[in-house]
């Protein structure tokens, strides 16, 4: 069984540190013992600094929690895994984009059927980005790659209230699709790149 421990990658990375002769040989070690091609989705929840102010931490808690208990089983019926959630962000893993796409789907979904019997200060928004790309996945716990930085861009930063942004490599693997997408031109640190958003 691989070890694919938050220690293990540690114990790497000091080795690699500490003997720079062999950077090239820890280095593939880390891949193979880490890597895997994923899609890889990132929900940032809407509006949650000014609801926090507002209401205090206990009530922001209280929506996390009831995130967790809509999104966590849709993604699981999804055949994806929760790997972390910061703060009002959730991270998940897909072996495939188009379940990833419609797990986002079925949150949204979730979310807005959860609203009707709501106040508005307790609604639940979202915006989500998707990646797909080779993810250096730490056992259940964390996640890294630059598919991973580009979806939790386009989740947090650049997708608005309710909707779905994909990469432009997400978006290549999107083989059968029951959606529309329309094509974004993105600015992402300092760089024009292409996104597209489900309509």
């Given at each position: 069984?691989?070890?694919?421990?938050?220690?293990?990658?540690?114990?790497?990375?000091?080795?690699?540190?500490?003997?720079?002769?062999?950077?090239?040989?820890?280095?593939?070690?880390?891949?193979?013992?880490?890597?895997?091609?994923?899609?890889?989705?990132?929900?940032?929840?809407?509006?949650?600094?000014?609801?926090?102010?507002?209401?205090?931490?206990?009530?922001?808690?209280?929506?996390?929690?009831?995130?967790?208990?809509?999104?966590?089983?849709?993604?699981?019926?999804?055949k994806g895994?929760?790997?972390?959630?910061?703060?009002?962000?959730?991270?998940?893993?897909?072996?495939?984009?188009?379940?990833?796409?419609?797990?986002?789907?079925?949150?949204?979904?979730?979310?807005?059927?959860?609203?009707?019997?709501?106040?508005?200060?307790?609604?639940?928004?979202?915006?989500?980005?998707?990646?797909?790309?080779?993810?250096?996945?730490?056992?259940?716990?964390?996640?890294?790659?630059?598919?991973?930085?580009?979806?939790?861009?386009?989740?947090?930063?650049?997708?608005?209230?309710?909707?779905?942004?994909?990469?432009?490599?997400?978006f290549k693997q999107l083989?059968?699709?029951?959606?529309?997408?329309?094509?974004?031109?993105?600015?992402?640190?300092?760089?024009?790149?292409?996104?597209?958003?489900?309509?």
């Open positions: 069984m691989t070890d694919n421990t938050r220690s293990r990658l540690h114990q790497l990375l000091q080795e690699r540190i500490e003997h720079p002769e062999r950077e090239s040989e820890v280095d593939k070690l880390i891949h193979q013992t880490f890597d895997q091609d994923c899609a890889i989705l990132v929900l940032d929840l809407s509006g949650f600094s000014r609801l926090t102010i507002r209401r205090g931490i206990i009530h922001f808690l209280a929506m996390l929690h009831r995130m967790s208990a809509i999104a966590d089983p849709l993604i699981l019926h999804h895994r929760v790997i972390k959630q910061e703060a009002d962000n959730l991270f998940a893993v897909f072996p495939e984009v188009t379940a990833a796409v419609d797990a986002a789907v079925d949150i949204l979904k979730g979310f807005a059927a959860v609203n009707t019997g709501l106040p508005d200060d307790k609604d639940l928004h979202a915006s989500i980005g998707i990646g797909y790309g080779t993810t250096l996945i730490i056992g259940d716990s964390d996640l890294y790659g630059s598919e991973m930085n580009l979806a939790s861009k386009l989740g947090e930063d650049m997708a608005r209230q309710n909707e779905i942004l994909l990469t432009e490599e997400a083989h059968a699709s029951n959606h529309s997408w329309e094509q974004l031109s993105v600015p992402i640190s300092g760089l024009e790149l292409i996104a597209y958003a489900l309509r």
